[in-house]
Each structure stands twice: as structure tokens, then as C-alpha cells.
T-cell receptor, first 115, second 114 residues
Framework: DSGVTQTPKHLITATGQRVTLRCSPRSGDLSVYWYQQSLDQGLQFLIQYYNGEERAKGNILERFSAQQFPDLHSELNLSSLELGDSALYFC??????????????FGEGSWLTVV | AQTVTQSQPEMSVQEAETVTLSCTYDTSESDYYLFWYKQPPSRQMILVIRQEAYKQQNATENRFSVNFQKAAKSFSLKISDSQLGDAAMYFCAYRSPYKDDMRFGAGTRLTVKP
């Protein structure tokens, strides 16, 4: 158990809908990362938050947004969903910003299926 | 931009034998961090081993060890005494000390034959 908690674990929704994925980082971790893993592919970095502020943005679509709340949990919002958005969405956390040396720990992921 | 390449989409090994997974990366930075993550069928990402570029000594974690060749920008993972539970996707990853995200390779699917 990495200590990173993601909900829901599985989600099936229809095209055009909006979903919210939730993540609670490890205790004490200020940085939260979101990654997308499509079927049989590697992980694509979406976005990172540190202590409530956006710090880095990767290949995140405009239909997607995220935020980190004062209690440090984070939510990834996916809207106008398309079939191609079906993927495993990982949340990860680490202790501090930008040190690089801090290991990123992953949650178990949220499986999103768009039908 | 840093890129990570895993040239072996699939590998197989006989139980109890040794296998080496390859990873190369491209960077202009002198200091960075490298990782191997294991993703079993459950799809959870599990950290296997990490290496700091400034350390010459290769990292070791029980049956897992790396061969870090900084000049060649190579970071291979050796699994000794392979076990059935080692069957998984293995991802190599690069992390810069100046950027927050981590770059992953495409992964190598390891099969362990009994």
C-alpha cells in the first residue's frame, strides 16, 4: 500500500458526460501528480499541483482540469468525455517540490471506461 | 526534452534464471534520478529501484539491481533468481531535479516461465 488513495476505482460513463476523480496523497506529501495510461501504453503526465497551486502541466486536454484543495486532496475533472478518454488514471504524490530526488508514489488508479 | 526508451517490448525468462531489461535515456542534464517501476496485472505502479545519477555505485534491492552507465545514458535492470511473481510490465523512468514530472518509457512486458 503506497498510502495514496484514489476513488472511484472503476467508473463507466457515457460519451459527453463529466466525471470527477479524487485523490488523497500520502500523509505529509504536498505534491500531487496525475497521469493517464491508455490500454497497453506508457504513462502520460497530465498535471502537477504543489500545496494547492498548479506547478507543471503536461499533455492535458482542455476538456480536463484539476485542482488541489487546502487539505491537499486533489480532483481531476474530465468533461465532454470521448471514447478515447477510456484509460487508467493514476494519482501520485511526493514530499516536496522540484527536488527530483523525492520518489513519486502511485495510487492504485481509477479505471475510466467511456461507452 | 528528456526521453526514455525501452527497446524491448517483451521479454521472457525461465523461473530461477536471470534477466536484464534495457533502458536508455536522452538528457543534457548532469544530475537526475532514474527509476524502475513494476506494474503487475493489478495495474498498480510499484517502485522497484531508484538510482541517483551522481552516485557511481549501482543500486541494489534484494534480487533487483541496476547497471547504470552514465556516459552511455543506459540504465538496465537485472532481476536475479526470477520468480513467477516478477511477471509484470516494467517501466523505466527519468526525473530531472529541475522539473517536477517524471518521464516514462513505453515499458517491457516480462513473462516468467515455470
Amino acid at each position: 500500500d503506497s498510502g495514496v488513495t484514489q476513488t472511484p476505482k472503476h467508473l463507466i460513463t457515457a460519451t459527453g458526460q463529466r466525471v470527477t476523480l479524487r485523490c488523497s496523497p500520502r500523509s505529509g506529501d504536498l505534491s500531487v501528480y496525475w497521469y493517464q495510461q491508455s490500454l497497453d501504453q506508457g504513462l502520460q503526465f497530465l498535471i502537477q499541483y504543489y500545496n494547492g497551486e498548479e506547478r507543471a502541466k503536461g499533455n492535458i486536454l482542455e476538456r480536463f482540469s484539476a485542482q488541489q484543495f487546502p487539505d491537499l486532496h486533489s480532483e481531476l475533472n474530465l468533461s465532454s468525455l470521448e471514447l478515447g478518454d477510456s484509460a487508467l488514471y493514476f494519482c501520485a504524490s511526493s514530499v516536496e517540490l522540484g527536488a527530483g530526488r523525492n520518489t513519486i508514489y502511485f495510487g492504485e488508479g481509477s479505471w475510466l471506461t467511456v461507452v | 526534452a528528456q526521453t526514455v526508451t525501452q527497446s524491448q517490448p517483451e521479454m521472457s525468462v525461465q523461473e530461477a534464471e536471470t534477466v536484464t531489461l534495457s533502458c536508455t535515456y536522452d538528457t543534457s542534464e548532469s544530475d537526475y534520478y532514474l527509476f524502475w517501476y513494476k506494474q503487475p496485472p493489478s495495474r498498480q505502479m510499484i517502485l522497484v529501484i531508484r538510482q541517483e545519477a551522481y552516485k557511481q555505485q549501482n543500486a541494489t534491492e534484494n534480487r533487483f539491481s541496476v547497471n547504470f552507465q552514465k556516459a552511455a545514458k543506459s540504465f538496465s535492470l537485472k532481476i536475479s533468481d526470477s520468480q513467477l511473481g516478477d511477471a509484470a510490465m516494467y517501466f523505466c523512468a527519468y526525473r530531472s531535479p529541475y522539473k517536477d514530472d517524471m518521464r516514462f518509457g513505453a515499458g517491457t512486458r516480462l513473462t516468467v516461465k515455470p
